[in-house]
């Protein structure tokens, strides 16, 4: 089964605007009890239901002030199938049909050929930004992808950023109409190779670290040994565009001790975690195999970095970041903690 662009993009958008607007709001129009009914995993029905997403203070006559969706669909026993159509925005009529399967576990968008109209809606309203969208539109373009969600362990926390947005931009409007009178089965289906929601959204993550303000101007770097014993790096990053964040600590398996033992070797023990940091940093790093060392591209020239190779891990010292990048290093402590900062020029 075959997955259009445009109908994963929009589906999921879709999804993150009712997924988000539980989040933002006291008094739940019903749609909200379909979402999280589809989200669990009891109950055999089916369901109809009228949506309506109306942008306040519409001051973009490009887009349409209000989109009205017609749903129905089916489900038993955590797995579902429904259609979504589009049946008027701003009093013209736009068609198409798409369909969502959720089935052990995965919530699958299968089919269709749904307009780009809610992502430039979300776009236009601020809900996404215009980076953001290219960025996932280059991800996923290609006719043949099934995108897909594994709803074990997902974090509908992720969508909480759009809840204050989402209160600000929508009036939402809905009526769903359950019928628990008949039995019926879901098919099983069978799906091809499909492209993960998870990760789609870690290479955008990297690909958005690569873009002027999305990018971080500074690293604060922090190493330390757990009471276990077990080594961490922990960073304070700071971005461009003004914001900082506590990234989550990364175990490392690099030995710290021997700069504890004698500090001034900070700059020369392989203690740093390539990948991790240059990554960050919004370079592109690859692995040689031949000559067992990773690199660096710039400018499409490899910039190779000697250093140990740790649990398939590569791990480099301090002073290869001052002598073969364009990063300042400064702020150097070695203690108890090691700390430095990395900053862009």
């Not at 669909?73 to 736009?94: M, P, T, W, Y």
């Not at 049909?97 to 299968?110: R, S």
């Not at 992720?158 to 009036?171: G, K, L, N, P, R």
């Not at 970095?305 to 150097?332: C, K, M, Q, W």
Request: include cysteine.
């Amino acid at each position: 089964m075959k997955t259009k662009k445009n109908a994963a993009l929009c589906t999921l958008a879709l999804l993150a605007l009712l997924t988000g607007l539980v989040f933002g709001s006291c008094e739940k129009p019903d749609i909200y009890a379909l979402a999280e009914n589809l989200l669990g995993d009891e109950g055999t029905y089916s369901f109809t239901a009228d949506l309506s997403v109306k942008i306040k203070n519409n001051s973009n006559k490009s887009v349409p002030g209000e989109l009205i969706f017609k749903i129905e669909g089916r489900a038993k026993n955590g797995s579902a199938e429904f259609d979504v159509a589009l049946v008027e925005a701003g009093g013209e009529a736009v068609e198409f049909h798409t369909a969502v399967y959720k089935q052990n576990g995965v919530l699958w968008f299968e089919k269709g050929d749904l307009p780009k109209i809610i992502m430039d809606l979300l776009c236009t309203t601020g809900m996404v930004e215009w980076p953001v969208m290219e960025v996932f539109e280059n991800l996923t373009d290609y006719e043949d992808a099934v995108l897909y969600v594994e709803l074990d362990g997902f974090d509908l926390g992720a969508f909480e950023q759009y809840s204050a947005q989402i209160s600000d931009t929508f009036t939402i409007k809905s009526n769903v109409v359950y019928d628990r009178s008949k039995d019926f089965e879901i098919p099983e289906y069978e799906w091809g190779d499909g492209l993960s929601f998870a990760k789609i959204r870690n290479v955008m993550e990297k690909e958005l670290l690569k873009l002027p303000w999305y990018r971080y101007s500074e690293l604060y770097v922090i190493l330390e040994t757990a009471e276990d014993g077990a080594n961490y790096i922990n960073v304070l990053a700071s971005r461009e565009r003004g914001d900082r964040e506590v990234l989550e600590k990364l175990k490392i398996d690099s030995d710290l001790s021997k700069v504890r033992e004698k500090p001034e070797s900070v700059y020369y023990e392989n203690i740093l975690p390539m990948r991790y940091l240059m990554e960050l940093l919004g370079e592109s790093v690859g692995w040689d195999a031949e000559k067992k060392t990773a690199y660096i591209v710039k400018g499409g020239n490899r910039i190779y970095y000697e250093g140990e190779l740790i649990n398939s891990t590569a791990y480099i010292p301090l002073n290869h970041f001052i002598a073969r990048t364009d990063y300042i290093v400064n702020s150097v402590h070695a203690g108890q903690y090691i700390e430095f900062k990395i900053s862009r020029r």
